[in-house]
């Protein structure tokens, strides 16, 4: 091995090293369990006010149950019906969106500002979509079904 072969290998370990030292640091960074505590219960206080506070969750969560229900009662296969699920499920994520995007704009003023309504129309359109994404998963798994049984 020449020299310059040497301190190409040199500059590659030390390469390595510095890598280790910052996965070693960023270990140093994770949450301590009071700080999983403490993140656990704002989860934990945000769900109970958007659960109590609106009521398009509420339905929503309904919505979600009894698809949910449905999917695992359908002859369909485990990542079918995880995909049927899931896709529901992120509708209710986007409503929660939708709830902390109109928390927000309500903080900020509750005077008609057309770029207030803006944001909260857009929050709108992201649960009409997560919904209608949800809709057409549905439809693709259920006509596949339907011609499995049928076709």
């Known amino acids: 091995m020449d020299k310059e072969e040497l301190k190409s290998k ?23 369990p009071q700080e999983l505590k403490d993140a656990a219960e704002y989860s934990a206080r945000g769900f109970r006010a958007v659960l109590f506070g609106e009521k398009a ?5 309904v919505v979600f149950v009894v698809t949910a229900v449905i999917a695992f009662a359908l002859p369909v296969s485990w990542c079918e019906k995880a995909v049927m699920v899931y896709t529901v499920f992120m509708a209710l994520v986007a409503e929660i969106v ?4 109109e928390t927000v704009v309500d903080r900020i003023s509750l005077e008609r500002n057309e770029l207030s309504g803006r944001a909260k129309d857009i929050g709108s359109c992201l649960v009409v979509t997560a919904f209608v ?17 049928f076709g």
């Open 98 to 101: 939708n709830t902390a995007i």
């Open 133 to 149: 994404g949800a809709g057409i998963t549905w439809t693709v798994i259920l006509t596949g079904l339907l011609i499995r049984l």
């Open 57 to 61: 969750f509420r339905t929503d969560i």
């Open 10 to 32: 040199v500059a590659e370990l030390a390469k390595r090293a510095n890598e280790l030292k910052a996965d070693i640091r960023a270990l140093g960074e994770l949450k301590s």
